[in-house]
């Protein structure tokens, strides 16, 4: 009799043939995916499908979209304020940035000076 991380294991090894293995299951935040059987946060089709639904029924009503409204006037009133502290500014941002990746990308070689670059010297003859 097959057990369940057996199962599971043959679940997983299915959806890497089939190219739909979510290779960041720890990245989905939707409660409905802790804790239950049949929703799996390894199936990326699943996870897109509940994304899209769920974009679908939560349309914002009237009233939710004038606090946003009134929000963003606030925001850029408060970064425009000199007397706003930087800290204030970060914890602005904080509410509305999630998460941010940065990359440090390779660092490019500054470019050689040719002699066509570099101005004439002017010669002068010795007096």
Known sequence: MPTKSDSKR???????????FNPSPGTVRDPKFRGSEFFDPHDAVQVKYEML??????????????????MTADFNRLWADTATPNRER?????HIIEDVTLVKLPRKAPPRSTSAS?????????P
């Open 90 to 94: 970060k914890r602005l941002l904080a």
């Open 10 to 20: 043959s679940k997983t090894d299915a959806l890497i043939e089939e190219g739909t």
């Open 118 to 126: 570099r101005p004439a010297r002017s010669r002068r003859s010795p």
């Open 53 to 70: 639904r769920r974009v679908s029924i939560d349309i914002l009503d009237e009233a939710v979209r004038e606090r946003l409204v009134a």
